[in-house]
């Protein structure tokens, strides 16, 4: 090894080491809640930039299919924009967290990986539910959009929910705060770690209803795989194709088919 791939390795491992498990972690709830509280006041300002009273703002909000996906792509690209501030001053570089060029053995871990994740979440689930009778798998996460919608409408659903959460919630949980809790920590504790910070995130705290536990198990299950899978190719790519595959199913079973 030459002098100059020394420095470039030495300089490769500084970036992987220079951000921690307490920042990861801060940084990630300040990247996730920071986004929706601004945007939540940049809606807020609606009435006094219009003719609108809050009463229409809160109904256009709650109906629009549209104004739901300006909401969404705002969150979304505020909190990743939040993390590209800390990494750039931290100067981390996107490929430290996974964000590499894809290849084409992608495609075949996250075929495996799904599957994997389909099979180990199904028996996971009846052995907890053997251990807790009371646990009701069958209870339905909040959504956010009618199941009634078409064309343009459902695109924007199909965008908001398949295509905008992975790659966002891939790049914030598999990437940014795993790399920085596996930078001090064992990579397991790392996992277990991340993985509990993803599944809280979906029990619906704040909806006003039952906490949803379902979600939580099922995503922290996921989150484990996608972990794993991560490590084994050391990218993003195959975790965001499983998490859009897992997405992509839900959609079409609840907005096309209309299954559940």
Request: net charge positive; charged share 15%.
């Amino acid at each position: 090894m030459d002098i100059d791939q020394t420095a470039s390795t030495s300089m490769d491992n500084n970036s992987h080491k220079s951000y921690g498990p307490i920042a990861a972690i801060v940084v990630t709830i300040c990247a996730f809640f920071g986004a929706q509280i601004i945007v939540g006041l940049l809606v807020g300002l609606l009435p006094s930039f219009t003719s609108w009273d809050v009463a229409r703002v809160n109904l256009f909000m709650k109906h629009s299919v549209v104004a739901k996906f300006v909401v969404i792509l705002l969150v979304e690209s505020l909190s990743l924009w939040i993390l590209w501030l800390f990494m750039r001053s931290r100067r981390v570089s996107r490929q430290s967290i996974g964000l590499v060029r894809p290849e084409i053995r992608d495609i075949s871990f996250a075929i495996v990986g799904y599957v994997g994740y389909f099979l180990l979440f199904f028996g996971i689930s009846l052995g907890v539910k053997s251990l807790i009778p009371g646990l009701n798998l069958d209870q339905e996460q909040e959504i956010g959009f009618a199941r009634g919608s078409t064309g343009l409408a459902l695109w924007l659903i199909f965008v908001s929910l398949v295509i905008l959460p992975p790659i966002t919630e891939e790049i914030m949980i598999r990437g940014f705060l795993y790399t920085g809790l596996r930078n001090k920590l064992p990579k397991i504790i790392a996992a277990i770690i991340a993985s509990l910070v993803f599944g809280a995130a979906h029990l619906q705290i704040g909806s006003g209803k039952p906490l949803l536990w379902v979600a939580a198990l099922d995503t922290f299950v996921l989150s484990m795989v996608l972990i794993y899978i991560r490590d084994k190719t050391g990218s993003l790519w195959s975790p965001i194709m499983i998490h859009m595959m897992k997405n992509g199913l839900a959609f079409v079973l609840l907005f096309m088919y209309k299954v559940v």
